[in-house]
């Protein structure tokens, strides 16, 4: 199998386990899971078996000791087949990622032992896509911490064994914390079910905490330096990933609406849809933004683990670039295959669904644009 994303002889192997899981599983089961809005349990119960959940574990600890890089490979490869299945591993290796720089031993065992699956708690309603700016509260107890929060759209609630979740200090100065919370904690809620438009297998559901005890332990780095962990280790995780999970569904878009226009066509004259040269030029311009995302992306993971200058600029243009080109190539998608692009069978409309969410998920395309805005200009980002 071709090797694209430069991964080593390790991580080729994960790949290759990954891309047969999404042929075997995943892409079977994709369009039951967008259309009964149902968590892929079956295909997240296949890659635990096969060990890809703790594919970017420390060796230490009984993981594979992989990266950014081959995370960002998978995600990819799964949305080709589902998008929602990519977004709930996306996030899973974002959480483990803070495990790995800052939990103990026993919490980054649960993942490479116990096959837990983790996910990040940011999201809230009162600072909404602001996620740095968590309102959730945390106290000091005698054995740990007391949380109380209203967290809103948690990719994997109720479904997630550890969030790795967000609040205010809970005694010292600073924007935020973080701590790893199990799922099963007294004191957690899931107020409503996720009915979304897209991505409508991912959970993708509020959380409540009232009074929620969690052990002194579970402190992922120091009280108050909560936004060194999500510039420092979410931030490249999540953007790179989310840019991984944008290509895959703008490849799955235009693998179906290939499929379409080169098997469908009229009867009158016996010609295909792809005979139009205005559909192949359309065509032609889906694969080209599709390259140019995934030659910046590959530039970008350069970026980040040669340690370049211009690397924390990369991880800002990462999510935008992948989301806004998104939008542009599954608007082809849904032209070309016409009225049959309605249609469920056709497979475009799920990914034209699915590919939304990225530019209105935190931080919103609007908002890095006037990061990177700030960043060339040489201000202050935040």
């Given at each position: 199998?071709?090797?694209?994303?430069?991964?080593?002889?390790?991580?080729q192997?994960?790949?290759?386990?990954a891309?047969?899981?999404?042929?075997?599983?995943?892409?079977?089961?994709?369009a039951?899971?967008?259309?009964?809005?149902?968590?892929?349990?079956?295909?997240?119960?296949?890659m635990?078996?096969?060990g890809?959940?703790?594919?970017?574990?420390?060796?230490?600890?009984?993981?594979?000791?992989?990266?950014l890089?081959?995370?960002?490979?998978?995600c990819?490869?799964?949305?080709?087949?589902?998008p929602?299945?990519?977004?709930?591993?996306?996030?899973?290796?974002?959480?483990?990622?803070?495990?790995?720089?800052?939990?103990?031993?026993?919490?980054?065992?649960?993942?490479?032992?116990?096959?837990?699956?983790?996910?990040?708690?940011?999201?809230?309603?009162?600072?909404?896509?602001?996620?740095?700016?968590?309102?959730?509260?945390?106290?000091?107890?005698p054995?740990?911490?007391?949380?109380?929060a209203?967290k809103?759209l948690?990719?994997?609630?109720?479904?997630a064994?550890?969030?790795?979740?967000?609040?205010?200090?809970?005694?010292?100065?600073?924007?935020s914390?973080?701590?790893?919370?199990?799922?099963?904690?007294?004191?957690?809620?899931?107020?409503?079910p996720?009915?979304g438009?897209?991505?409508?297998g991912?959970?993708?559901?509020?959380?409540?905490?009232?009074?929620?005890?969690?052990?002194?332990?579970?402190?992922?780095?120091?009280?108050?330096?909560?936004?060194d962990?999500?510039?420092?280790?979410?931030?490249?995780?999540f953007?790179?990933?989310?840019?991984?999970?944008?290509?895959?569904c703008?490849?799955?878009?235009?693998?179906?609406?290939?499929?379409?226009?080169?098997?469908?066509?009229?009867?009158?004259?016996?010609?295909?849809?792809?005979?139009?040269?205005?559909?192949?030029?359309?065509?032609?311009?889906?694969?080209?933004?599709?390259?140019?995302?995934?030659?910046?992306?590959?530039?970008?993971?350069?970026?980040?683990?040669?340690?370049?200058?211009?690397?924390?600029l990369?991880?800002?243009?990462?999510?935008?670039?992948?989301a806004?080109?998104?939008?542009e190539?599954?608007?082809?998608?849904?032209?070309?295959?016409?009225g049959?692009?309605?249609?469920?069978?056709?497979?475009?409309?799920?990914?034209?669904?699915?590919?939304?969410?990225?530019?209105?998920?935190?931080?919103?395309?609007?908002?890095?644009?006037?990061?990177?805005?700030?960043?060339?200009?040489?201000?202050?980002?935040?």
């Amino acid at each position: 199998m071709a090797n694209p994303w430069k991964l080593d002889a390790a991580g080729q192997e994960w790949f290759n386990k990954a891309d047969k899981i999404a042929r075997d599983v995943i892409g079977p089961m994709a369009a039951d899971t967008d259309e009964k809005g149902v968590f892929p349990r079956k295909a997240i119960d296949a890659m635990k078996k096969d060990g890809l959940l703790a594919l970017v574990s420390d060796k230490k600890v009984g993981g594979h000791g992989q990266g950014l890089r081959a995370g960002a490979a998978l995600c990819e490869r799964y949305a080709r087949e589902c998008p929602s299945t990519a977004m709930i591993m996306k996030m899973h290796h974002c959480g483990t990622a803070v495990l790995e720089s800052f939990g103990n031993d026993a919490l980054r065992k649960q993942v490479t032992k116990d096959g837990a699956l983790t996910t990040l708690a940011f999201s809230e309603y009162a600072s909404r896509s602001h996620f740095w700016l968590p309102q959730s509260t945390a106290a000091k107890t005698p054995k740990g911490f007391k949380l109380n929060a209203a967290k809103q759209l948690i990719t994997s609630a109720g479904e997630a064994d550890i969030y790795v979740w967000s609040s205010k200090p809970a005694a010292a100065e600073g924007l935020s914390s973080i701590f790893a919370v199990p799922s099963k904690s007294a004191g957690l809620k899931i107020p409503k079910p996720y009915i979304g438009m897209g991505l409508r297998g991912n959970a993708s559901a509020p959380i409540t905490a009232e009074n929620v005890e969690i052990a002194a332990d579970h402190l992922l780095g120091e009280d108050g330096k909560g936004f060194d962990v999500m510039m420092g280790v979410v931030m490249p995780w999540f953007s790179l990933q989310n840019c991984a999970v944008s290509i895959g569904c703008m490849e799955g878009a235009l693998e179906r609406a290939i499929k379409h226009v080169t098997a469908t066509g009229y009867a009158y004259d016996k010609s295909k849809i792809s005979d139009l040269p205005q559909v192949r030029q359309h065509v032609a311009k889906m694969r080209c933004k599709i390259d140019m995302v995934r030659g910046f992306l590959l530039d970008a993971l350069d970026a980040i683990e040669g340690k370049r200058e211009d690397a924390m600029l990369r991880v800002l243009e990462a999510k935008v670039i992948g989301a806004e080109t998104s939008l542009e190539v599954h608007d082809l998608a849904m032209r070309i295959c016409g009225g049959a692009a309605y249609r469920k069978e056709v497979g475009v409309e799920r990914f034209f669904r699915d590919s939304r969410a990225a530019t209105v998920m935190a931080p919103v395309s609007d908002a890095l644009y006037e990061f990177i805005g700030k960043a060339v200009c040489g201000m202050p980002v935040f």
